[in-house]
């Protein structure tokens, strides 16, 4: 079992900056993907950005390119997100996800909890 909280979550301005944590407990976080999907109210779930174990070629949604950066801490078992250029259709409840595989990270086997980010216009 994997477990996974997120923290970082809030309130700001369009323009404004946050940045969301993933810690992860339980097994070795450095063998694993993991990834930040949102859910907006009434939208389905979508996998924002996503990274490998190994750090290389991380995905991001079209929609995020540019403004989010995602990052991992493997002696820290921590992930980033860095959110800049935030804009109001930004504003989500933020999960933090893990899977074995990069393939299979839009299917993945842990979730955390959820952070929400609120991006005020």
Do not use: H
Request: net charge positive; aromatic share 12%; charged share 15%.
């Amino acid at each position: 079992q994997v477990q996974l909280v997120e923290s970082g979550g809030g309130l700001v301005q369009a323009g404004g900056s946050l940045r969301l944590s993933c810690v992860a407990s339980g097994r070795t976080f450095s063998v694993f993907t993991m990834g930040w999907f949102r859910q907006a109210p009434g939208k389905e779930r979508e996998l924002v950005a996503a990274i490998s174990w190994s750090g290389s070629n991380p995905y991001y949604a079209d929609s995020v390119k540019g403004r989010f950066t995602i990052s991992r801490d493997d002696p820290k078992n921590t992930m980033y997100l860095q959110m800049n250029s935030l804009k109001p259709e930004d504003t989500a409840v933020y999960y933090c996800a893990a899977d074995s595989r990069f393939t299979t990270i839009r299917s993945p086997a842990y979730w955390g909890q959820g952070t929400q980010v609120t991006v005020s216009s």
